[in-house]
């Protein structure tokens, strides 16, 4: 699809392995794509309920019109025999890997970057406080000419972990 404007959406994206052809098959549940414009704020929020359910929610802060969302009720969105896997509460689904990931890819100039600073600020809260150990957080620099520069902090409570990720141009 072309996009005149950057757009957004939420994802749950896996892979499958299929024994039939020996590979990994990818696949994705995706919400609305909306666009989004410089200056706006974007959020993104993983919420999983009392009931063992996923809700991925993107959206533009203060406008609830522009609101994509993906509800996995299941691993793998179900596709996988029960057999293997059938629910959230599954031991191998007890630990959660939370990351940031700037997705820009094929970049070899400077001119090639956004032309704004960015601040991602991350917080992952506990449903009961000091039930989770919390990870330090770290970054690495850009290689390619002109890079941004990008700093990483994050703060640590009983109750939550607040991740600030700033991106500034040279």
Not at 68 to 97: C, D, H, R
Not at 116 to 121: A, K
Request: net charge negative.
């Amino acid at each position: 699809h072309h996009h005149d404007s950057w757009v957004f959406g939420s994802q749950y994206f896996f892979e499958v392995f299929n024994s039939t052809t020996n590979q990994s098959d990818a696949h994705a549940a995706t919400g609305k794509t909306y666009p989004c414009y410089p200056g706006e704020i974007l959020y993104t929020e993983y919420t999983l309920s009392d009931d063992w359910v996923w809700t991925l929610t993107m959206g533009v802060k203060g406008d609830p019109n522009r609101t994509s969302v993906v509800i996995a009720e299941k691993p793998f969105m179900g596709i996988l025999p029960e057999s293997q896997t059938s629910s959230w509460s599954e031991p191998v689904y007890g630990n959660a890997v939370a990351n940031t990931c700037w997705e820009v890819y094929s970049l070899s100039e400077a001119d090639q970057y956004p032309l704004s600073d960015m601040r991602y600020n991350v917080t992952i809260t506990a449903k009961q406080p000091g039930t989770i150990q919390w990870q330090d957080w770290s970054t690495q620099q850009p290689t390619c000419p002109g890079h941004p520069n990008m700093s990483i902090s994050f703060t640590n409570s009983p109750e939550s972990q607040t991740i600030v990720w700033e991106i500034t141009r040279p």
